[in-house]
């Protein structure tokens, strides 16, 4: 019953920006922390930005000082800011977030989609 649904992905020019979304909807009582990853085929899904519930954030190192994540607590919505786009942040980027649907349920882990990021040298 809990959906994450992601959209901003597309095509865009090295050196462009793209803002990704996602939004959590159905039974939502709370959401803990929440994460953005990325995936090449052939390759292990990569953590990208982290977002925990007072705000603070953790990114992965070819990310830093080019993406930027945030939260609206009040949307139950991610958000991940990219500038400075490099052919190599060419990607699925899936959203991810521990909810709890109700009182007295325990936590569960949700993913997105993913989207779709494709920067052109």
């Known amino acids: 019953q809990v959906q994450l649904v992601e959209s901003g992905g597309g095509l865009v020019q090295a050196g462009g920006s793209l803002r990704l979304s996602c939004a959590a909807s159905g039974s939502i009582l709370s959401i803990n922390a929440m994460y953005w990853y990325r995936q090449v085929p052939g390759k292990q899904r990569e953590l990208v930005a982290t977002i925990t519930t007072s705000g603070s954030t953790n990114y992965v190192d070819s990310v830093k000082g080019r993406f930027t994540i945030s939260r609206d607590n009040a949307k139950n919505t991610v958000y991940l800011q990219m500038t400075s786009l490099k052919p190599e942040d060419t990607a699925v980027y899936y959203c991810?977030?521990?909810?709890?649907?109700?009182?007295?349920?325990?936590?569960?882990?949700?993913w997105g989609q993913g989207t779709q990021v494709t920067v052109s040298s």
């Open positions: 991810n977030a521990l909810i709890s649907p109700a009182y007295g349920v325990r936590y569960g882990d949700y």
